[in-house]
């Protein structure tokens, strides 16, 4: 089945700075790419997503980056921001219904 | 627009005890899915669904059980709790395989 790993576990920015997290994945046959936020308490909530057909994505202050020959993608976040901070997650998916295949989470802090 | 409602948010049983986790969603989405977070992880899909009357396992089934007798519904089962089912878990539903999974707040679940 598929694994996916997500460097680092957890990251800490001053305010202003930008944030980079990556994560790979094994199964080729994988095709879309989305990343969560997670606020305690909270359930996920989807930030940006990538397919497999596109190299690179940008919302705002988010952006996604997919390297399929090498199985890795990354989310960039510019400008950070207090509320930024959170648990973010990558994911995987593959199979007819898409199932998704979860990294482990980044805790990013943005320091004031 | 509720979106996926999970419940209850909380709730302790006891070993050997049955419960069941209740999901509903209002989009009209045809796929739905269950995973379990444990405390730093990231989530593990249980159980899927695509349409009212077919499920399928995901990664950990085993202690669990569904049913979808609706396109709104798709509450999961634990037939004998044991510790190890202790655990967050958060329901999702999709409006298709090209289409992001929106998660509910989850049901924080302690076997004691």
């Known amino acids: 089945g598929e694994n996916v790993e997500q460097h680092p576990s957890t990251l800490s920015v001053q305010e202003g700075d930008s944030a980079v997290i990556k994560c790979t994945y094994s199964?080729?046959?994988?095709?879309?790419f989305p990343w969560y936020k997670q606020e305690l308490g909270k359930g996920p909530q989807l930030i940006i997503d990538i397919r497999s057909n596109v190299g690179e994505k940008k919302d705002q202050r988010i952006a996604v980056t997919l390297n399929k020959t090498a199985k890795h993608f990354s989310l960039h976040i510019t400008e950070t921001q207090p509320e930024d901070s959170a648990v973010y997650f990558c994911a995987a998916a593959s199979g007819s219904a898409r199932q998704l295949t979860f990294g482990s989470g980044t805790q990013l802090t943005v320091l004031p | 627009n509720a979106g996926v409602t999970q419940t209850p948010k909380f709730r302790i049983l006891k070993i050997g005890q049955s419960m069941t986790l209740q999901c509903t969603q209002d989009?009209?989405?045809?796929?739905m899915y269950w995973y379990r977070q444990d405390p730093g992880m990231g989530l593990k899909l249980i159980y899927y669904?695509?349409?009212?009357?077919?499920?399928d396992k995901g990664e950990v089934p085993n202690g669990y059980n569904v049913s979808r007798s609706t396109t709104e519904d798709f509450p999961l089962r634990l037939e004998l709790a044991a510790p190890s089912q202790t655990s967050v878990y958060f329901c999702?539903?999709?409006?298709?395989?090209?289409?992001?999974?929106?998660f509910g707040d989850g049901t924080r679940l302690s076997i004691l």
């Open positions: 669904s695509v349409g009212a009357g077919i499920t």
């Open positions: 999702a539903s999709s409006g298709g395989n090209n289409q992001p999974q929106h």
């Open positions: 989009m009209n989405h045809n796929y």
């Open positions: 199964d080729s046959a994988s095709n879309y």
